[in-house]
């Protein structure tokens, strides 16, 4: 008998520690607190009821009594299929996690001598990397005598910087290392995008005006 009840209070901890991790509310009698206020089925106030007494409510028609709302005083339970409340959340935290964009390091490289159209065409996947919410490491690339010249390579990284500046900032300065001349841009909330671009119309019109 022992054994018997050694494996069923095995499975009990077992049972516990896999609604932990889904973290899903306590129901039936692991509800520990004596009284709670009960929601019905169809959403109904039944009222503050023993714990014992509202399990019995909930089993009357075949359902469980869910703890919802721990912190409130008294604690709300409501009666509910555990079966059917636990599938709408995992289906809900899935679909959270399937539109849950997921951020990338994607790569642009330039060398120092690119000409215009060049240039527009990375700055544009560049654009559209930091759109769809990913950062992007830009590098340019010096070879042979050009590491002379590794200005060059520092003046397309700033212009880089301003013509992304309605959408990036720099989390990683511009950096030589070896040959290559890098920096990273991560994209910035549409909050922060409007807080700029309203910034950069009230230094423009200042400007204006100052002209006048």
Do not use: C, W
Not at 72 to 87: E, N, Q
Not at 116 to 124: F, G, I, R, V
């Amino acid at each position: 008998m022992s054994a018997f009840f050694s494996e069923q209070k095995n499975r009990k901890e077992m049972s516990h520690i896999a609604k932990a991790r889904e973290n899903l509310p306590p129901k039936n009698e692991e509800i520990r607190v004596p009284k709670v206020r009960v929601i019905g089925k169809d959403g109904e106030q039944i009222g503050i009821m023993k714990v014992n007494e509202a399990i019995s409510v909930a089993k009357r028609d075949n359902l469980d009594l869910i703890l919802i709302a721990p912190e409130a005083k008294p604690p709300v339970a409501k009666v509910l299929d555990f079966g059917k409340y636990r599938y709408e959340l995992q289906k809900k935290k899935k679909n959270a996690k399937k539109n849950q964009k997921r951020t990338e390091l994607k790569q642009m490289k330039f060398r120092p001598k690119i000409d215009e159209h060049d240039y527009q065409t990375k700055l544009n996947h560049i654009k559209r990397f930091l759109k769809d919410s990913n950062m992007v490491k830009v590098t340019i690339m010096f070879r042979g005598r050009e590491m002379a010249f590794t200005e060059k390579g520092r003046e397309i990284l700033d212009r880089v910087i301003e013509d992304t500046k309605l959408s990036a900032k720099v989390t990683s300065k511009p950096k030589l290392e070896g040959r290559d001349m890098h920096m990273t841009l991560s994209p910035i909330s549409e909050a922060e995008q409007n807080r700029i671009a309203n910034m950069i119309e009230e230094k423009e019109a200042k400007q204006e005006n100052a002209s006048e």
